[in-house]
């Protein structure tokens, strides 16, 4: 395969493993850079630590692109002038080639693909006025309403760009013959081939069933069809389960629509936790006490918290059950017990305690079994975040004389150092696509920036005001945040690289969120 027919026109660089190799065309259009990172090595096979300080224009490892004229001349110097020369593959290449290839067999890892412009290519997608069943007298504002909740959803997650139907050129009609002297009517999609999104409503006396069909221009009938059953108070989650089916259906991801975040709201001088939908909607508190609850970290299932409080006098973890409402503890004792996370397979509970007199990073069984100690410095080793494989974590640890994000083995061996520019990182939190890690790093104030697994490619997200305690969307693409302005603090979100900032939640001093897993709530049927 040509690999100019894969980049974009612009695309500058292309890194695999973490090694970036800048691809420069002729003329030096444009300023894109097209990463296609794979999953980072198991630390075993990476000797140090692996760090990009460049000057501005400095280069590394430069591959240019040649013209075909260029390319052409070159390929006579290899294989002489003259007359035709057979097509001839160089030992070097095929020891690369095999290389490579055994390399990604090694890894039995999804490859990543990220790709960054200066405009986000988006796909075009239309959400036609849903209507009610011909056979359903009490729909009333549903259709209206269900489709409101998909729009929003459709245009906050990074992946369309939704177009209002008013704004289509009209379709046009035309009569094709057809085998048989028959006539056929054939719709034509003028000018756009945008995906169309058309609802059917049906309001019985046992719920709602919304018929969601998803057509692509220019063929008339649809391509994906689905029904969706919830109760009327269900709305909302059904249009984040619809919204979430459509994304799927047309560029196969999964989007973080049906996910929750849980988030800390102070009053006064207590602290407790909230939630709320994935874009803002239904804040609301789970607990009311006269004291500090805070650090809350997700179980993956989606059904538990942890969270350290204050409740019984000392720093302690607890366990929050969301469908109960139950709360009960986890990890207590005489020391401080902090900062839980929960590993992506649900099996390991890291946390921070100072049983030994320093705190360390521990890890136990969510039963609270298997407690192990898997630090072990004379500085303070805390906030420790789960890679996607849950064979690693990160975390902070001023064990260099500046707190500074780490990362090592599950089991605590093969600690590596990521962070070096910035007297003072931390909450590192490792994206559930597994090249990136964002954290935040103090300035002027606190900024989020991200690095790629292995410590390379800095990057800085945030710029107003100062934010700190970032978290990850479930599909990778968007980041939580707390923002702080003027003695207050508010819960914001963007996408990964910083574009597309939205404030989620007002009126409260909100800080420390952390996202959730996607859960579906709604029946479906194919």
């Known amino acids: 395969m040509n690999l100019s027919s894969i980049l974009p026109p612009d695309a500058k660089h292309i890194s695999f493993f973490g090694k970036t190799t800048p691809l420069l065309s002729p003329r030096e259009r444009g300023e894109r850079r097209h990463e296609i990172p794979l999953l980072s090595p198991p630390q075993s096979e990476i000797s140090s630590a692996q760090r990009t300080d460049r000057e501005p224009g400095e280069r590394k490892h430069e591959t240019p692109l040649l013209s075909p004229r260029e390319r052409g001349e070159r390929r ?82 990074g992946y369309f760009n939704v177009v209002q139907p008013e704004d289509l050129p009209p379709d046009t009609m035309i009569q094709v013959r057809r085998v048989g002297n028959k006539w056929d009517t054939l719709r034509t999609f003028g000018g756009s081939i945008a995906a169309r ?28 069809l689905k029904d969706f059953h919830f109760k009327t108070d269900d709305l909302r989650p059904a249009g984040h389960e619809i919204a979430a089916w459509i994304t799927k259906t047309i560029t196969g991801e999964d989007g973080g629509f049906t996910s929750r975040i849980v988030f800390v709201v102070k009053t006064g001088d207590n602290k407790n936790l909230w939630i709320m939908d994935w874009d803002g909607a239904n804040p609301r508190s789970l607990t009311s006490d006269k004291t500090l609850n805070m650090s809350p970290s997700w179980a993956p299932d989606g059904k538990t918290l942890y969270f350290t409080s204050f409740r019984a006098g000392n720093a302690d973890i607890y366990k929050y059950d969301l469908e109960t409402g139950h709360m009960s503890s986890f990890v207590a004792s005489p020391h401080v017990d902090s900062a839980p996370a929960v590993s992506p397979d649900g099996q390991w509970v890291a946390y921070c305690s100072a049983a030994d007199g320093n705190p360390e990073i521990h890890r136990c069984r969510p039963d609270g079994t298997g407690r192990t100690q898997l630090t072990f410095s004379y500085g303070v080793d805390t906030s420790p975040c789960w890679s996607p494989t849950s064979r690693e974590l990160v975390f902070t640890s001023d064990r260099g004389g500046t707190p500074q994000i780490y990362r090592m083995d599950a089991e605590g061996a093969n600690v590596m150092r990521l962070t070096f520019a910035g007297g003072y990182n931390e909450t590192a939190r490792w994206s559930p696509r597994g090249d990136l890690i964002a954290f935040a790093s103090r300035e ?18 945030t710029g107003d005001g100062s934010n700190l305690d970032p978290s990850w969307s479930p599909d990778g693409m968007k980041l939580v945040y707390c923002s702080q302005s003027a003695g207050k603090s508010a819960v914001w979100t963007c996408n990964w690289d910083g574009s597309n900032a939205r404030q989620l939640t007002f009126g409260i001093n909100a800080s420390q969120p952390q996202w959730g897993p996607a859960i579906s709530v709604v029946q479906s049927e194919n």
């Open 76 to 157: 006579k110097s290899y294989c002489g002038s003259g007359e035709p020369q057979r097509r001839v593959m160089h030992a070097p290449l095929i020891v690369f080639a095999l290389l490579f290839f055994a390399a990604v067999s090694t890894y039995a890892q999804p490859i990543t693909l990220r790709i960054e412009t200066r405009s986000v290519g988006r796909t075009e997608i239309v959400v036609m006025p849903f209507r009610a069943a011909k056979d359903s007298a009490f729909a009333a504002d549903l259709p209206r309403s269900l489709r409101e909740v998909i729009v929003s959803d459709l245009s906050y997650c």
């Open 197 to 224: 999104v058309q609802g059917s409503i049906t309001v019985g006396w046992d719920g709602v069933t919304a018929g969601i069909a998803i057509f692509q221009p220019p063929i008339k009938d649809p391509i994906h």
């Open 444 to 461: 002027i104030g606190f900024q989020i920036f991200t690095i790629a697994s292995d410590g390379s490619g800095e990057r800085r997200v």
